[in-house]
């Protein structure tokens, strides 16, 4: 009998699921809030710089200093300390640094996770040319460790390399720029 109400219960739910989408017409083209890449050149049909998919974002409106020191991203809502002059540091380092820093009068700020570091770049231009264009100060075309640990090998962990615009794993014991977000 409790086989018989679990499978009425869940039938229920999907048909109540169901008819709020029936009642109200499935939309013929999904839209997203994910930002585009900024890769504009054509490289084929169906290349991301042909198809464009994404939010528009302009660069000059995507940051906004708050003080001298932080930039807010309205893109993500995430707020980043304009200045990466910390040196490179191995990855227990760099979540100390990152969990103890108060800079800018903030005692709450984090290594970016894998997502948002990668939020940075801009897949049209040089990574450091155009964050330092937008506000950031003192970046490295140079691997910035995240937060994100690898799951296949724990001693190991992401980083986003700057210059490269890609992100790759390695030993946490290696060392690697910071940069400061919350």
Known sequence: M???SVVFVAILFLLVGLSGAFATGAPEEETWDLPQT???TYYGLGSDGSLKKGVVWEDNARFTYIGTSVLIDYLTGLMWAKSANALPRTWAAAVDYANQSTYAGFD?????????MRSLLHYGRNAVTWLDGVGFDGLQSARYWTSTTF???TANAWYVHLSQGGSFVAPKSNSNYVLLVR
Request: glycine content about 6%; hydrophobic content about 15%; overall charge positive.
């Open 108 to 116: 709450d700020w984090r290594l970016p996770n894998l997502r948002e």
């Open 2 to 4: 409790k086989t018989q």
């Open 38 to 40: 900024g890769q504009s």
């Open 151 to 153: 799951y296949y090998n």
